[in-house]
């Protein structure tokens, strides 16, 4: 199964980057959306960070998406990360890094 990648940055305000993650989000059935939105300069995590993250967050509860990973805890001890991990070949490589500038769901 392939993945979709989305970069929201560079050049997008917080809303603008929340504005597109919705529509993707959307438009996706039965796949995995990698969220690149950057960790933020100020060293505590970007607006656009928090937003993307919170609506997600808010997402998962209310159970339109199945699954929100961030980024920092894509790893072996995080089981859903596992399962992502075996079911999308490409979140291979993003195993062994901790990045806080994305977050992984499954849609």
């Known amino acids: 199964m392939a993945i979709k990648e989305i970069n929201v940055e560079n050049g ?10 919705k529509q993707v989000l959307s438009n996706s059935k ?13 060293g505590k995590g970007g607006v656009i960070r928090q937003k993307v993250r919170s609506f997600l967050n808010a997402q998962l509860k209310n159970g339109k998406i199945k699954a929100v990973i961030n ?10 990360a ?15 890094v901790c990045n806080h500038g994305v977050t992984i769901v499954e849609v």
């Open 30 to 42: 039965k796949t995995c959306i990698y969220i690149i939105h950057g960790y933020g300069s100020s």
């Open 12 to 21: 997008f305000t917080s809303e603008e980057a929340l504005a597109y993650v």
């Open 82 to 96: 596992l399962e992502l991990k075996n079911k999308y070949k490409e979140l291979e490589q993003l195993f062994r």
């Open 71 to 80: 980024g920092e805890d894509f790893n072996v001890l995080n089981f859903k």
